[in-house]
């Protein structure tokens, strides 16, 4: 039960690194939402890449923490309702600014999969498993026949009437999740690996095993912190 309490450690520390980087993002988007001073950088293709790399990151650790999902079904059901909760509360009061199928929509759906995939993909060596998935990023089979219907936004299909604030549909981004899930099987028997993985890093590790909360309340308390900036 410690070895496995230990694991987690190193992992929670990332997802820690990663909510900082996605609150201060977000923060700094609601100033711009709120016109408060000068913020042409949004266009900088650096804020586009740290965008990316916050969203990448959240992912591939997430892939890796279904592995150690008592309840895969249960988490996945949770995290698709609480993704239409925030669907209809943006939809409702911030229409501009709405979410649909946003990263929690994305995170239960793959949660959901990965009970079907998981059958399959232990049945295959791992390191194939990863290598396909990454391949599958840059050639995945694009959907468009999907456009004119109500659900094709699901899988990345949407026309000119879609909006969405944060929008992940499962592909592209299914393969990066599964690739840290690949990547958690490949590596977890190597006792270096396991040893790395043991590592604390203090107030990071806190922050990532409170990671679902902190991104449920982290957006409307900066978004008034930011209002308040602004008077």
Do not use: C
């Not at 993704?83 to 929509?105: A, D, S």
């Amino acid at each position: 039960m410690n070895e496995n309490k230990n694991r987690y450690e190193l992992i929670d520390a990332l997802r820690g690194l990663t909510i900082i980087s996605m609150a201060l993002y977000h923060f700094m988007y609601d100033l711009k939402i709120i016109n408060l001073g000068d913020y042409s950088w949004v266009t900088n293709p650096f804020v586009s890449f740290w965008q990316r790399s916050i969203l990448i990151s959240f992912i591939f650790i997430s892939g890796i923490s279904w592995n150690f999902s008592k309840r895969p079904l249960k988490n996945g059901i949770l995290l698709t309702v609480l993704g239409l909760i925030i669907t209809f509360i943006t939809t409702k009061f911030i229409p501009q600014e709405r979410i649909v199928w946003g990263v929690l929509n994305f995170f239960g759906a793959a949660y959901l999969l990965m009970i079907i995939f998981d059958k399959l993909f232990k049945k295959i060596d791992m390191r194939f498993v990863f290598i396909i998935s990454f391949i599958m990023i840059f050639y995945f089979p694009k959907l468009d026949f999907l456009k004119d219907y109500s659900f094709g936004f699901i899988f990345g299909a949407t026309n000119n009437n879609f909006y969405s604030a944060d929008y992940v549909p499962i592909l592209p981004w299914i393969f990066i999740f599964i690739m840290g899930y690949a990547f958690w099987n490949i590596f977890k028997e190597k006792e270096k690996f396991n040893k790395i993985m043991e590592i604390r890093i203090g107030f990071l590790s806190s922050i990532g095993k409170n990671s679902l909360i902190i991104y449920l309340l982290h957006q409307p308390i900066l978004y008034l912190i930011a209002k308040l900036i602004a008077r």
